[in-house]
Protein backbone atom coordinates (compact mmCIF):
# COMPACT_ATOMS: atom_id res chain seq x y z
CA UNK A 1 0.00 0.00 0.00
CA UNK A 2 0.85 3.68 -0.52
CA UNK A 3 1.55 6.26 2.25
CA UNK A 4 -0.60 8.61 0.34
CA UNK A 5 -3.64 6.50 -0.70
CA UNK A 6 -3.91 3.31 1.29
CA UNK A 7 -5.91 1.78 -1.19
CA UNK A 8 -3.13 1.37 -4.03
CA UNK A 9 -0.86 -1.46 -3.59
CA UNK A 10 1.54 -1.11 -6.44
CA UNK A 11 2.79 -4.60 -5.59
CA UNK A 12 -0.14 -6.66 -6.25
CA UNK A 13 -0.61 -7.96 -9.96
CA UNK A 14 -4.09 -8.47 -11.99
CA UNK A 15 -5.97 -11.44 -11.20
CA UNK A 16 -6.11 -12.18 -14.85
CA UNK A 17 -6.63 -10.82 -18.50
CA UNK A 18 -10.33 -10.67 -18.30
CA UNK A 19 -13.23 -9.69 -15.88
CA UNK A 20 -13.19 -12.77 -12.86
CA UNK A 21 -17.00 -12.71 -12.72
CA UNK A 22 -17.54 -12.83 -16.25
CA UNK A 23 -15.36 -15.49 -17.59
CA UNK A 24 -17.07 -17.78 -14.60
CA UNK A 25 -20.61 -16.63 -15.54
CA UNK A 26 -20.13 -16.97 -19.29
CA UNK A 27 -20.88 -13.34 -19.98
CA UNK A 28 -19.15 -10.52 -21.67
CA UNK A 29 -17.06 -7.18 -21.57
CA UNK A 30 -16.60 -3.54 -23.11
CA UNK A 31 -13.84 -2.60 -21.06
CA UNK A 32 -11.79 -3.65 -18.19
CA UNK A 33 -10.68 -1.82 -15.04
CA UNK A 34 -8.14 -3.17 -12.07
CA UNK A 35 -8.63 -2.68 -8.51
CA UNK A 36 -5.58 -1.09 -7.16
CA UNK A 37 -5.78 -2.68 -3.68
CA UNK A 38 -6.34 -6.28 -4.13
CA UNK A 39 -5.86 -6.93 -8.22
CA UNK A 40 -9.13 -7.96 -9.51
CA UNK A 41 -10.12 -7.45 -12.59
CA UNK A 42 -13.75 -6.41 -13.55
CA UNK A 43 -15.27 -5.09 -16.45
CA UNK A 44 -16.55 -1.24 -16.58
CA UNK A 45 -19.78 0.19 -16.04
CA UNK A 46 -20.82 0.28 -19.74
CA UNK A 47 -21.01 -3.17 -19.42
CA UNK A 48 -23.91 -5.31 -18.90
CA UNK A 49 -22.57 -6.82 -15.57
CA UNK A 50 -20.51 -4.07 -14.12
CA UNK A 51 -18.37 -6.55 -11.92
CA UNK A 52 -15.55 -3.68 -11.30
CA UNK A 53 -17.94 -1.41 -9.12
CA UNK A 54 -19.60 -3.75 -7.88
CA UNK A 55 -15.96 -4.99 -6.40
CA UNK A 56 -15.37 -1.75 -5.58
CA UNK A 57 -19.17 -1.32 -3.38
CA UNK A 58 -18.84 -5.03 -1.94
CA UNK A 59 -15.04 -5.23 -0.86
CA UNK A 60 -14.59 -1.63 -0.03
CA UNK A 61 -11.94 -1.23 -2.72
CA UNK A 62 -12.64 2.05 -3.92
CA UNK A 63 -9.79 2.70 -6.50
CA UNK A 64 -9.42 0.75 -9.96
CA UNK A 65 -6.84 1.69 -12.96
CA UNK A 66 -8.09 1.35 -16.52
CA UNK A 67 -7.00 -2.12 -17.52
CA UNK A 68 -6.84 -1.23 -21.40
CA UNK A 69 -4.25 -0.97 -23.77
CA UNK A 70 -2.45 2.32 -23.48
CA UNK A 71 -5.36 3.86 -20.97
CA UNK A 72 -3.08 4.41 -17.03
CA UNK A 73 -6.09 6.56 -15.59
CA UNK A 74 -7.40 5.82 -11.82
CA UNK A 75 -10.74 6.42 -10.91
CA UNK A 76 -11.80 6.67 -7.41
CA UNK A 77 -15.52 5.01 -7.04
CA UNK A 78 -16.02 6.19 -3.88
CA UNK A 79 -15.54 10.07 -4.83
CA UNK A 80 -16.41 9.55 -8.49
CA UNK A 81 -13.46 11.17 -9.58
CA UNK A 82 -10.32 10.21 -11.12
CA UNK A 83 -7.37 10.29 -9.09
CA UNK A 84 -3.75 9.66 -9.36
CA UNK A 85 -1.63 6.62 -8.59
CA UNK A 86 2.23 4.81 -9.03
CA UNK A 87 2.91 1.98 -11.82
CA UNK A 88 1.41 -0.86 -11.08
CA UNK A 89 2.88 -4.52 -10.79
CA UNK A 90 2.53 -5.75 -14.89
CA UNK A 91 1.05 -6.16 -16.69
CA UNK A 92 -0.77 -2.94 -17.23
CA UNK A 93 -3.28 -4.18 -19.58
CA UNK A 94 -5.31 -6.93 -21.06
CA UNK A 95 -3.80 -8.44 -23.91
CA UNK A 96 -3.78 -5.86 -27.14
CA UNK A 97 -5.03 -9.05 -29.56
CA UNK A 98 -7.89 -9.57 -27.16
CA UNK A 99 -9.73 -6.79 -28.33
CA UNK A 100 -13.21 -5.43 -27.05
CA UNK A 101 -15.71 -6.38 -26.53
CA UNK A 102 -14.56 -9.86 -25.47
CA UNK A 103 -14.30 -12.67 -25.28
CA UNK A 104 -15.39 -12.78 -28.98
CA UNK A 105 -17.15 -15.95 -28.85
CA UNK A 106 -19.58 -14.65 -26.07
CA UNK A 107 -20.18 -11.25 -27.34
CA UNK A 108 -24.09 -10.84 -29.24
CA UNK A 109 -24.04 -9.34 -32.58
CA UNK A 110 -26.06 -6.60 -30.67
CA UNK A 111 -23.38 -6.37 -27.92
CA UNK A 112 -24.31 -1.86 -29.20
CA UNK A 113 -27.92 -1.90 -27.82
CA UNK A 114 -26.80 -4.07 -24.53
CA UNK A 115 -24.48 -1.44 -23.21
CA UNK A 116 -25.51 0.75 -20.26
CA UNK A 117 -25.76 4.50 -20.53
CA UNK A 118 -22.19 5.41 -19.01
CA UNK A 119 -19.99 5.46 -22.36
CA UNK A 120 -16.31 5.82 -22.34
CA UNK A 121 -14.53 9.00 -22.76
CA UNK A 122 -12.51 9.44 -25.83
CA UNK A 123 -9.07 10.53 -24.91
CA UNK A 124 -9.64 14.70 -25.58
CA UNK A 125 -12.50 14.57 -22.51
CA UNK A 126 -10.98 12.15 -20.08
CA UNK A 127 -9.24 15.04 -17.70
CA UNK A 128 -12.83 16.47 -17.76
CA UNK A 129 -14.83 13.66 -15.74
CA UNK A 130 -15.02 10.07 -15.67
CA UNK A 131 -17.93 7.28 -16.07
Known sequence: ?????????????????????????????????????????????????????????????????SFEPGEDWFWDYASSQEVTGPALAPPSSRPVEQGSPAPRDRVPRDWKHRLHAVRELPPHLRRRARP
Do not use: Y
Open 1 to 65: MTDETPAIDPDVPPTGDGCVECLAGDTWWLHLRRCTQCGHVGCCDSSPEQHASRHAREQGHPIAQ
